[in-house]
């Protein structure tokens, strides 16, 4: 069961409940695994809105290993999603979002007023 207050996030993967978290080590593997750079060039480049599946599966491995899942890139690709992509796509949201503390410096949310 996710922990809010530890910074997870649930995701229901191929039938399993399991948790996402960012550390601080992750974070910075993200920052390599996007080409981001930094933290500011990593959320620049989720708030782009322009995110390769290879984006997601890495998003979600350096998650899942963060709240204790440690899968491997083929197991993720290989898990099924009831819904598509949007439950993926929600639990990615909050995951920045508990772990910058807003959509918009997460990146991964605009406003909807200039």
């Given at each position: 069961m996710a922990n809010r207050h530890r910074g997870?996030?649930?995701?229901?993967?191929g039938g399993r409940r399991l948790a996402l978290r960012l550390t601080l080590?992750?974070?910075?593997?993200l920052e390599d695994a996007l080409d981001a750079g930094d933290l500011v060039g990593l959320g620049e480049r989720l708030g782009?809105?322009?995110?390769?599946?290879?984006?997601?599966?890495?998003?979600?491995?350096i998650g899942l290993k963060g709240a204790g899942h440690d899968l491997a890139d083929g197991e993720i690709e290989a898990l099924s999603?009831?819904?598509g992509l949007e439950p993926i796509a929600g639990a990615i949201a909050?995951?920045?979002?508990v772990t910058f503390g807003s959509p918009i410096a997460a990146g991964?949310?605009?406003p909807l007023v200039p």
């Open positions: 997870e996030v649930p995701l229901d993967l080590g992750g974070l910075a593997e782009s809105g322009r995110i390769a599946a290879r984006d997601i599966i890495a998003i979600l491995r999603v009831a819904g909050a995951l920045f979002t991964v949310a605009r």
